[in-house]
């Protein structure tokens, strides 16, 4: 028994850095991006708040993960905190570093973040395998994690369940289905030595 008390308190000492898991309630709307008539990517937007113990602040998750015509996945996230007595929001500190949908692991940057149109937002491009199982999760109407990180560690993470409705995910998946159809014609019509191995 000992022994075990003496482990857990090294576990507690090593996790003291360890963030707490912020429970939230994630609304969800369908996005698209298009180019003339064709369909370019198409994706779920997230939005989640929380109200702070002290009921003086809000906190808001709001953030968009879209497949894109070019095979990636892309991800946008930013945190923030509106003051209830002003209504005045600000960006909390810390880039999103990964999410997670469902049984998919981390979607993390495959390459360097990239500033959003609006301040706090960032961006990234995710491989294809976890960011099809996060897809898969979507359809699920799955649990969704959001961290974020500073320069040195996680300084924030949110989880809670996708809130979706049968219209959002009938437009979620009449996008992909045309998203995907133009991508196979595409490919199909390619000469053979210009067809990707």
């Known amino acids: ?3 075990l008390l003496m482990l857990f308190a090294t576990a507690l000492a090593a996790g003291a850095h360890a963030n707490v898991v912020t429970p939230m ?23 989640g708040t929380k109200v702070t113990r002290d ?13 894109n015509e070019k095979f990636v996945y892309l991800v946008k996230a930013g945190h923030f905190r ?4 002003t209504r005045k929001q ?3 500190a810390g880039d999103v570093a990964w999410i997670k949908i469902g049984k998919s692991a981390n979607i993390v940057p495959k390459s360097p973040l990239i500033q959003g149109e609006t301040e706090g937002y960032k961006l990234f491009m995710a491989d294809l395998d976890p960011g099809t199982l996060a897809l ?5 109407k799955d649990r969704l994690w959001v961290a974020f990180r500073d ?4 300084v924030a993470v949110y989880s809670g369940a996708l809130k979706i409705d049968e ?27 210009a067809k990707k191995p």
């Open 167 to 193: 219209e959002t995910m009938d437009q979620f998946a009449a996008c992909m289905s045309g998203l995907t159809d133009r991508l196979d014609r595409e490919m199909k019509s390619e000469p053979e030595g």
């Open 25 to 47: 309630e994630f609304s969800t709307q369908q996005t698209i991006l298009t180019s003339g008539a064709d369909i370019t990517s198409c994706g779920i937007r997230f939005v």
């Open 136 to 140: 898969e999760g979507i359809y699920a």
């Open 1 to 3: 028994m000992k022994l």
């Open 82 to 85: 509106t003051e209830v007595s």
């Open 90 to 92: 600000r960006p909390k």
């Open 55 to 67: 009921d003086k602040h809000v906190d808001l998750v709001d953030g968009s993960i879209m497949f």
């Open 151 to 154: 320069s040195k560690q996680l």
